[in-house]
């Protein structure tokens, strides 16, 4: 008898259960499936026609998808009667809100930290940025990192509070960029053959601009050798192979600098003294006698 009871319980519940389920799958996909593949692209249309940039639209349109999802979840629950089941295990729930608040403190931050970026009207998708000794050209803001392209062909994700924690450098003015490279010269050298042949290298350059025009500069005295620090411009990144550009003036310098016999010294060492033998008696003819 008791088991026939139990039975019934069970079976109700079950029931209930699966009822349940049932509408919150239904009203989940009919609110979710028409904002996601209708409401969402009109909205990126939208933006579009008004001229919207990349920086601003992409992390509102994720912002608004994770709404549409929030909202289809919400009403679902509330239409499935799940909130009486949140209720009854409202304890468990408090626990694991409080838990799940510690382990995500930290993508808090980042996504306060994201949103103070996008609203900065001077840092933008496809800016060229320095920070931390560390560059390359933005490709992506997310809630919790911002995804930068280095000139090593190399896509690091750096959290949000890093960039918004430290000094952050955008090289780029007025669309075009500035190189900037040091080269050690010897003290024997003529500087001003050692300048003319860093300018000159750097105006033949196709992807180097005409204006502002090349310059050198004498950076510091060295130990070994005198710095020159050579400033030229070039497009913006995101249309210029920097480490090409890199490679290949760097290369055509010191091919320049052979020819002109003009040394690139390395720093070095040299050790002065002498050795003294305070037992000249326990030599023998280079042996030493133990007693």
């Not at 940039?53 to 799940?82: G, Q, R, Y």
């Not at 180097?208 to 020159?228: H, K, W």
Request: contains cysteine; aromatic residues 10%.
């Amino acid at each position: 008898m008791w088991l026939q009871t139990l039975a019934d319980v069970w079976t109700t519940r079950l029931a209930g259960f699966l009822e349940g389920t049932g509408l919150f799958v239904v009203t989940v996909t009919l609110i979710y499936l028409p904002g996601r593949f209708l409401v969402l692209p009109l909205t990126r249309r939208l933006l579009d026609a008004l001229g919207t940039n990349d920086t601003f639209e992409l992390p509102f349109l994720k912002v608004f998808h994770a709404a549409i999802t929030v909202f289809a979840l919400f009403n679902a629950a509330v239409a499935s009667d799940f909130t009486s089941f949140l209720k009854a295990t409202e304890a468990l729930v408090a626990g694991a809100t409080i838990a799940i608040g510690f382990a995500s403190k930290d993508v808090l931050g980042n996504f306060v930290s994201g949103i103070f970026i996008v609203v900065d009207p001077k840092f933008n998708i496809g800016d060229w940025i320095q920070w931390n000794g560390k560059e390359g050209v933005i490709e992506d803001i997310s809630f919790r990192v911002t995804r930068v392209h280095t000139f090593n062909n190399e896509l690091i994700s750096v959290p949000n509070s890093e960039l918004t924690a430290n000094a952050v450098t955008n090289p780029v003015a007025k669309e075009h960029l500035r190189l900037t490279y040091s080269f050690g010269v010897g003290y024997d050298c003529d500087l001003d053959e050692a300048k003319s042949i860093l300018v000159a290298e750097a105006m033949n350059h196709p992807d180097v601009l005409d204006r502002p025009r090349a310059t050198v500069f004498v950076q510091e005295l060295g130990a070994s050798a005198i710095s020159l620090e050579a400033r030229f411009w070039v497009q913006h990144p995101a249309r210029t192979d920097v480490t090409r550009i890199r490679s290949a003036y760097i290369q055509s310098v010191k091919e320049r600098f052979d020819a002109a016999g003009i040394e690139m010294p390395y720093p070095y060492q040299q050790l002065t003294g002498s050795l003294e033998v305070t037992h000249p008696e326990d030599v023998n003819g280079g042996r030493v006698h133990n007693e």
